[in-house]
């Protein structure tokens, strides 16, 4: 491994490791960066948190696209909203955009 793909590794701040997360969503990153990123992430908690929450937008993105394409979801998505709870927010969602165009 070259002497300035270790320094990288070693001296990786939350800025280059939240960019190499984002640029590991789009598509494969190098192994000494996802190495970095690894090691960064073992002792960053505001780090840990930013990858765990790109993961959720992944899969919302990924929900939200199956449901226009007309698609079940492709995963487990937790707890589900009852019946009348999704009808309250259906009717705030509804009032508020009557709201907003009036």
């Known amino acids: 491994m070259k002497l300035s793909r270790l320094w ?7 800025e280059h490791a939240s960019r190499l997360m984002s640029d590991a969503c ?3 990153i190098e ?3 996802r190495l970095a990123m ?4 073992a002792c960053c908690k505001p780090c840990r948190r930013f990858r765990r929450q790109l993961g959720v937008i992944e899969r919302a993105c990924e929900a939200l696209a ?8 492709t995963h487990d ?8 709870a999704a009808d309250r927010i259906d009717a705030a969602l509804r009032t508020a955009r009557a709201s907003d165009l009036g």
């Open 31 to 33: 192994p000494s960066e």
């Open 38 to 41: 690894r090691l960064h992430t």
């Open 66 to 73: 199956n449901a226009w394409r007309g698609r079940p979801e």
């Open 8 to 14: 990288m590794i070693l001296t990786l701040n939350c």
């Open 26 to 28: 789009d598509g494969p």
């Open 77 to 84: 998505s937790g707890p589900r909203l009852s019946a009348e």
